[in-house]
Structures are given as structure tokens and as C-alpha cells.
Nanobody, 123 residues
Framework: QKQLVESGGGLVQAGGSLRLSCAAS????????MGWFRQAPGKEREFVAAISWNSGTTYYADSVKGRFTISRDNAKNTVSLQMNTLKPEDTAVYYC????????????????WGQGTQVTVSS
């Protein structure tokens, strides 16, 4: 499993932007599809965005489509989530995840999880 470390969370006003980053360990990063999930207080963890191993395909939850952009740099073993036009309902702990199957990447990734980074959007 990949070891993943998120960074970039914080407090921002509604309408603002944040960029999350996730650094992965090991030499096999390019073999993994990568994604972001989030969990708000009292709610289930939900899918946010995913990107295929070669950046050829991206997926987004309807709630973030058009506002968030996922990208990756295989040379640096990193995946990022650019979040624009943030809303209070985007407040959550955001997790980076990995999986070698794109089929399970958006539902139940099993290749590793980060510990999460808090994003708080004030109204």
C-alpha cells in the first residue's frame, strides 16, 4: 500500500480557494490511480475526485464539478486538488487515496489512505 500525506488544508471564507496536495512514497506511484474523498462531521465519507494513472481521465462528484480540479505529477509523486469558489458545505476532512483499479478508486480504494487534512469554509 502507498503511504500518503496530505497538506494544504485550512480556514477560508466562502468564495475563496485552497489547494490540497498529497505526497506519496515509493517508486510505483505512476501505477496507481489517485483520488480525494471527504468526510464532514456526522456524515459518511464521500468521493470528491479521481484521476487515472496517466492523467488521461478525471472524475468528479456532481457537487464539486466545475469548481474543483484534480491533477498529478508522476515525476514528483504528488496529486493535487485545486478548490475554487468554496462553499460552507465543502467543510470536511479531505483524504487522499490510491488504488490500482479505476473501477474501485471512486468507491472503495484499497491502495492506501492519508490521515486527512481539515478544510473549513466560513460563511
Amino acid at each position: 500500500q502507498k503511504q500518503l500525506v496530505e497538506s494544504g488544508g485550512g480556514l477560508v471564507q466562502a468564495g475563496g480557494s485552497l489547494r490540497l496536495s498529497c505526497a506519496a512514497s515509493g517508486r510505483t506511484f505512476s501505477r496507481y490511480h489517485m483520488g480525494w474523498f471527504r468526510q464532514a462531521p456526522g456524515k459518511e465519507r464521500e468521493f470528491v475526485a479521481a484521476i487515472s494513472w496517466n492523467s488521461g481521465t478525471t472524475y468528479y462528484a456532481d457537487s464539486v464539478k466545475g469548481r474543483f480540479t484534480i491533477s498529478r505529477d508522476n515525476a514528483k509523486n504528488t496529486v493535487s486538488l485545486q478548490m475554487n469558489t468554496l462553499k460552507p458545505e465543502d467543510t470536511a476532512v479531505y483524504y487522499c487515496a490510491a488504488d490500482q483499479s479505476i473501477a474501485t478508486m471512486r468507491s472503495a480504494p484499497s491502495g492506501g489512505w492519508g490521515q486527512g487534512t481539515q478544510v473549513t469554509v466560513s460563511s
